[in-house]
Structures are given as structure tokens and as C-alpha cells.
């Protein structure tokens, strides 16, 4: 794959949504951005809360506008929060630095988007949006 | 139906997009909005530009916001352009008014949220998105 | 080519300027930007008004966004001013429906970016990002 | 020199890349700033993230709206954070408190712009930063 299609997405969304509930997790919402930073697919699950898009959508556009996966994230805005503060600013609002937002590659280490995941703990967000990437044959999740 | 659910969200985005290709349109984009004006679903189909998210939100948002669908925002755009020259602002640039956002709406007439599509020309987009809401049993469109 | 990398734009930018020098215009600014509407390259000549940057991208990510050069987006404004509006609206002011905003396709059709030129008339605008587009051999302009 | 003209511009940028290739930085991305906060020249390398244009900007505004390069700047910041997050609102996102922001003076002291660079640790950015605005004669480099 060379970059991501919405048949692939679908998966993606289905399978982390569907993660969650086979884990025992609160409702999830998955939003897939393309390379570009442009949304591609989104699902919010029945139940809940009603921010959920924005969420799920800043922890996919930090990991694509930033080539790093929610952890690396996480652990840059511990390390130095206000440069997650800025981060914040220059992506207008758009970026989320924690566990839940995976970058998507191919085989071949090409980053073709990302997947933001919200609904649970950001280790349970994580773990649903790895298994979303990892439903798709040749994507590799970064987390 | 009281308010939209995930499983009825899917079905009127992928109805959308079918009857897109049903009737030889460009590829669809649809996005669904609940009753407060948050994304439950979204999807764009492969082979369209990347600024497709946007405009359809906006659509939807709009006629949520407005209980209004496309069609009267649009006959309200035409009569007073400064008007929707100022919804815009008010609405933070989520507002298109244009065939293509349709309110949803249940047998009883209470507003459960609206539907955004974009692709092709106003007339399809809107056609489009009436055959997602009515791919739902007991959801009325208002284009 | 399959996507733009910094030479191409840097030829890109620099042809487009020399271009206004040699048809005598006002002195030129450019911006090009890749596929998912990101800045890869911009200058602004001397002795040009600092507001420059903010028109040649907005020209040009109009165009990537919507895929359309700015002839048809100016075509759309004309004929439906509110939607030109909306658009506005809908990409936090990243559009310029006018001439000089030109979608760059390879030979095989795919939009790998698009580039946008300000600084004197729109027809000179255009004239100098189609030159632009044209000294990378392999790339196609759509004005 | 009285003010930044795009040829000093374009040379600031490219020996900013070109060190960054001669000390075995990650690829990098460097725009330059007029004293009134305006883009003047902006490349970013291949291989990167799109979202360099964003940080890149904001490392040289923050600079050229203090007069504070980014030492000074994340200093600041980590005495008093609530001062960052707030210049991060004035400016509307656009400030990053971080190595990487340089002040470029002429030879008389007079701020003539600033340089941002990202792409590697905040240390190489700023090296890169330097060694752009060194390579023109009579500027003077205020990391």
C-alpha cells in the first residue's frame, strides 16, 4: 500500500472500536488521517461524550505533522511541557501528546497517516488503535 | 428513533456514498452530526481532494445549528449575503450554505442532527445525502 | 515524480519570479505546497508588501484542498459568491479564489502539490506560476 | 545592511539545511523572518514531516515579536510558564520557546529579522540557525 485507502480505514475504525469492547473499555472513537493531515474516516461509539472527534483527530495530527507516535509525544511533553504548549499553538489546538494517537506505516517505513484513538485510559486507547492498524494486512502501527 | 446511533450513522454515510456511485458522481465525502453539532461519522471516498472533511462538517454544522437544511441556508444566503457572511463568523467558519446539508430528523419531527456531503454538484450532493438518511428506517431528510 | 521534493520547488519558486522580471511585472512571491496542502517552499521577493506569504498559500492550498486551479475556483466565486464565502470559512482563511493558484499534476495525473503566486495582475500571477510549474520537466500545470 | 533581502534570505536558508547535512542532523527545515514578523524565505528539506512549516514560523516570530532569540525565550519559559502559554495566545500560536529561534541583527546592532529552524534536538537547530545567519556577511546571530 502507498497510501491509505477508505476501505483500509474502515478496518481500522472498526477493529479499534471493536477492540475496545472486546477488552472491556468504555465506549471508543477512532478518527484516520491521511499523510497530509487530512481526515480520512471517523467513528464516535454510542454513549459517548460528545468532544470525542476533536480529541481523536489532535492525537492523529501530532503523530502525522510530527513523524512521532502518541509515546514519543507523551514523553517530549513531559520532558519539556512547554514545548507541548507551543506544539499546541502551532498546530492551532491540533495536537494531543498522549498514548492513543499511532503512526501508520507500510512495509516499506512510509508513514501514510495516523490513527487517534479516545475513550479509555490512553494504555487502553493505545492498545485499540495498534489493533485498528494491525487489522489491515502490510500497515505497521508506531505507537 | 430518539437520536442518532453509530450503527445508523454508518448506514447513512455509506448509503451516501453508494448512491454517489449509483448515479455516476464523483466520489463522496459524508459526514454526520448529532443534535449538538459533534461528528459521529465520517468518511471520504479514495480519489478525492483532501479538503473534503471541512466543507462537509460544515454543511451538516450549519444545518444543525440553523435547523435549517441546505436549501433554505442557501436561499438565505442568496436574499442576504451578509447574513451568511456573519453565521460563518459565528459559527467559526463551519457554515456552507448549499445543497448537500440536510437535517435529520425523526417520524415525530425532533431534530436528531444533520448530514454533510460533498463531491459533486449541489443537486447530487444533495441527492446523495437524502438517500443516506433515508437508507434509515424512521428518519426523515430535509434538504 | 510521485512527490515534490525541494529541488523541484525550489525551481519552481525561482523560475515563477524570474518569470515576473522578465515579463516586467511587480516583484513576485511564491509558495508551493505539497498534496496535503503543507508548505514546502515560499519567497517573497524584494520590495514587495510583507503580506504575501498569507495570499500565495492561501492561492495555493485552495487549490490542493479542492483540487481546482484557481481559474475555476475564481469561475465558482463569480458565479456563486457565498460559496466562495463558505469555502473561506471552512479553511480558516486558506483561500484565494482568484488566478495565480495552479495545481501541479505528474504526467500521469496525480495532484502531487500546487503552487501560488501573487504580486501583480492575476493573469501575470498565473502566467508566472504556470512558468514556475513548467521549468520541472515531468510536471503539469492546471491553472 | 539596513534590511533582509530575499538573496541573503535564500542563503541563510540553504546554509541552515546545509550544515544540518554536514553534521549528520536529521533533514531539516528553516524559514526567515522580516522585523515586522513576515515570511520572507521558507524551505523545508525531503524526508521530513509536513508540519515543519508551523514550528519553523513560530520559533522566528517569537523571536522578532521579543527581541529574544530562543535561549532567551525558553528561559522564560521555564521560569514562568504561565508567561509562555500566554505569548503562545497573543500570537496566536505562532511562538515556540526553544533553541532553534535566532535574532538576526545587522553589524550596528539593528534587528533586521529572525531564523527558525527545526528538525533535529534543539541544539542542532540552533547550530544550523547560526551557522544560516553567519553565512552572510555582516549579520549577526543571537541564538
Redesign the interface.
Known sequence: MTEL??EA??RIVQAALAKGVAIGCAPMSAAVL?????????????DTP????EVARAKAYGA?????GGRAQEALAEA????A????????GKFFPLKGGVLVRNAAGR?LGAVGVTGDSPDNDEACAVAGVEAVEGLVAEP
Chains 1, 2, 3, 4 share one sequence.
Open positions: 485507502n477508505l480505514c474502515r491521511d499523510a497530509g493531515g487530512n481526515v480520512i474516516a471517523f467513528e464516535r461509539a454510542d460528545p468532544g470525542r472527534f502525522v505533522m510530527l513523524h512521532k519539556r511541557p512547554q514545548v504548549t507551543a506544539l499546541g499553538g502551532a498546530f492551532d508513514v
